[in-house]
Nanobody
Framework: QVQVVESGGDLVQAGGSLRLSCAASGSIFSINAMGWYRQAPGKQRELVARITSGGSTNYADSVKGRFTISRDNAKNTVYLQMNSLKPEDTAVYYC?????????????WGQGTQVTVSS
């Protein structure tokens, strides 16, 4: 099992920046990918950015060029650097770890961190 804990959410003005952190613990050797998702009120949870164990990344179109996902293997931590924030980025941001066990993809979620962008 993997435990993930997010931090870094805050209230920020439009155009500002934030960095979210996700610390993983437990069976981290089994992690294939980690990602950031977000969920705004009344909307479905959506993928924001993802990074694989091999270092490949992918982003939602809405954040390309503004957000950067990275990782520090020594600290077992994944980061989401968010620049040029917009009010529509307001959401609860969740960290996810994905691992494949016996051919089955297992996901572990954090409790989320609130990001609020004021106009």
């Amino acid at each position: 099992q993997v435990q993930v804990v997010e931090s870094g959410g805050d209230l920020v003005q439009a155009g500002g920046s934030l960095r979210l952190s996700c610390a993983a613990s437990g069976s981290i050797f089994s992690i294939n990918a980690m990602g950031w998702y977000r969920q705004a009120p009344g909307k479905q949870r959506e993928l924001v950015a993802r990074i694989t164990s091999g270092g490949s990344t992918n982003y939602a179109d809405s954040v390309k060029g503004r957000f950067t996902i990275s990782r520090d293997n020594a600290k077992n931590t994944v980061y989401l650097q968010m620049n040029s924030l917009k009010p529509e980025d307001t959401a609860v941001y969740y960290c996810n770890s994905a691992r494949v066990v016996a051919g089955t993809v297992l996901s572990d979620w954090g409790q989320g961190t609130q990001v609020t962008v004021s106009s």
